[in-house]
């Protein structure tokens, strides 16, 4: 929805005809850039692009080709061509959802805050007993070989590791050896999200009670992503039994108080401990900010100050709007929007460039 999609390049050595270029809508923008050693080429965002006919006049000499670099996935030791990329199909994360994963935002090709990623995936599979694939150093070098493959510098890495393949049963087989699959791909937050700020709606939260795990059980959260996509929001927030915000489907959910309190729900087992909430709990230490760890209440909510979420995705992200009712003025907030800068240069400070 709001985050732009995969590009696909095309390239082609006859400068004069793709200057004179037309892309139908509604494809995407189109923007010309120069590449080393490839002359000109044309990149259209978020779509598959069929070349129009105009471009390729069979008279004249022109050579084009598409997705220079194509998707490679990581499975079980080997790097395959992402079309070519599956696991067996009695993995047991096929059949029960016993896997567990992480997403990693990536910038400059670096991830970013890798070690908190790496820290709750083990607390996931220490969870549910399952073992480590490999070592935290061959998973490093897996991650780089694989955002090195698809030449990522801004966007997100996928990270899985299920139980493993068994003959279908319940109980944990004896001998099943944990599945790993790695996928990377280019994604950036769309800087009119950002500006503009977002809507949620609320939702039941029907998911089970180990929401701490990180775990690919995630059917409750499509669910509400869904409901949320049909009302025209962005992201659902869930419920609980109390009437208070658990969090959102992919996302933590905070609030501004009238008093200039900076609220979010403890990471007990009720929520998902993000790993950008992670970092922007101490982001608020160090500026001296006041931070509450407590539930709040959809009422609550709906009379604070400013709200926003936070996620790998998104990084932090204002809400002006909860079940159509505007938070505060409607527009970002203004802590909200200094607390986006912070995260930023936190990021930036990792390595990565913005
Ligand atoms: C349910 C849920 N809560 C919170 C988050 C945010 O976590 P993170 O900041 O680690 O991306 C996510 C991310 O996918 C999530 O699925």
Redesign the pocket.
């Known amino acids: 929805m709001g985050v732009e999609g995969s590009e696909q390049e095309v390239s082609c050595r006859a400068v004069v005809q793709l200057r004179n270029v037309v892309l139908p809508r509604p494809h995407g923008e189109l923007r010309l850039w120069m590449l080393i050693g490839l002359p000109w080429a044309v990149k259209v965002a978020g779509s598959s692009f069929p070349l129009p006919p105009p471009i390729v006049p069979a008279s004249r000499p022109c050579v084009l080709f598409r997705s220079p670099m194509s998707r490679i996935a990581y499975v079980n030791g080997r790097y395959l061509p992402h079309k070519r990329a599956c696991v067996h199909i009695e993995d047991r994360g096929f059949q029960f959802a016993d896997a567990v994963y ?2 990693i935002a990536l910038r400059a090709g670096r991830p970013i805050d890798e070690e908190r ?1 790496l820290a ?1 995936l083990h607390r996931s599979l220490a969870a549910l007993e399952i073992a480590a694939p490999m070592s935290d150093a061959a998973l490093k070098t897996v991650m780089r070989e694989v955002i090195r493959r698809n030449g990522i510098a801004d966007g997100i890495l996928y990270l899985e590791v299920s139980r493993g393949s068994a003959p279908r049963d319940f109980a944990f087989p004896k001998r099943a050896k944990p599945s790993l699959v790695m996928t990377a791909r280019r994604q950036r937050l769309a800087a009119r999200l950002v500006e503009e700020g977002v809507g949620v709606i609320t939702v039941p939260d029907l998911r089970w009670a180990r ?1 701490d795990i ?1 775990s690919v059980s ?1 059917l409750p ?1 499509a669910l509400a992503k869904q409901q949320a996509k049909a009302a025209g929001a962005y992201e659902a927030w869930q419920v609980d039994r109390d009437g208070n915000v658990t ?6 959910a905070w609030i501004v108080t009238p008093d200039g309190e900076v609220v979010t729900r403890p990471a007990d087992t009720g ?8 970092g922007l709990i101490g982001l608020l230490g160090r500026e001296g900010l006041r931070l509450i760890e407590r539930p709040f209440s959809v009422t609550e909510a709906k009379a604070a100050r400013e709200a926003f979420l ?4 998104n990084f932090v992200l204002a809400v002006v709007s909860i079940d159509g009712t505007p938070v505060g003025n409607g527009h970002p907030g203004s802590l909200t929007r200094r607390l986006r800068q912070l995260y930023d240069a936190y990021v930036a400070a990792q390595g990565g460039v913005r």
Request: positive net charge; without cysteine; proline residues 0%.
């Open positions: 992480e997403v990623h709750r929401r990180k995630l959260n969090e959102g489907a992919s996302s933590n929520i998902l401990n993000g790993v950008t909430r992670q936070t996620s790998t995705t």
